[in-house]
């Protein structure tokens, strides 16, 4: 309470609004997610690699471009997800 009154900071719907957000970024990773699968699952079918390091570079670059070294951690979770139970040794 002593935050909220000193700043005028609406704690409880600056929260509301955290969990909105978490919602909708949970959504998109797990559409990411089905779309990374599929086209692996294609390439893969078609006698094709199951993944394209120049395109990951690709995916690495944006990440940390905006995010940091953060964003190179965030896109290395992304690309797992996106391969499933081949990406684990
Ligand atoms: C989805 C693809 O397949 C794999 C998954 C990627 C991804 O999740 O972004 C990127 C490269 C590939 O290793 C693709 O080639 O675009």
């Given at each position: 309470?002593?935050?909220?009154?000193?700043?005028?900071?609406?704690?409880?719907?600056?929260?509301?609004?955290?969990?909105?957000?978490?919602?909708?970024?949970?959504?998109?990773?797990?559409?990411?997610?089905?779309?990374?699968?599929?086209?692996?699952?294609?390439?893969?079918?078609?006698?094709?690699?199951?993944?394209?390091?120049?395109?990951?570079?690709?995916?690495?670059?944006?990440?940390?471009?905006?995010l940091?070294k953060?964003?190179?951690?965030?896109?290395?979770?992304?690309?797992?997800?996106?391969?499933?139970?081949?990406?684990?040794?």
């Open positions: 309470m002593a935050v909220e009154a000193k700043s005028g900071l609406d704690l409880g719907a600056a929260r509301r609004e955290i969990d909105a957000l978490d919602s909708e970024i949970v959504r998109l990773i797990l559409r990411r997610t089905e779309v990374s699968r599929r086209v692996g699952r294609a390439r893969r079918e078609a006698g094709g690699p199951r993944v394209v390091h120049k395109r990951e570079l690709e995916i690495f670059a944006r990440y940390s471009q905006s940091g953060e964003g190179n951690e965030l896109a290395d979770i992304l690309l797992r997800l996106g391969r499933g139970h081949l990406g684990r040794p």
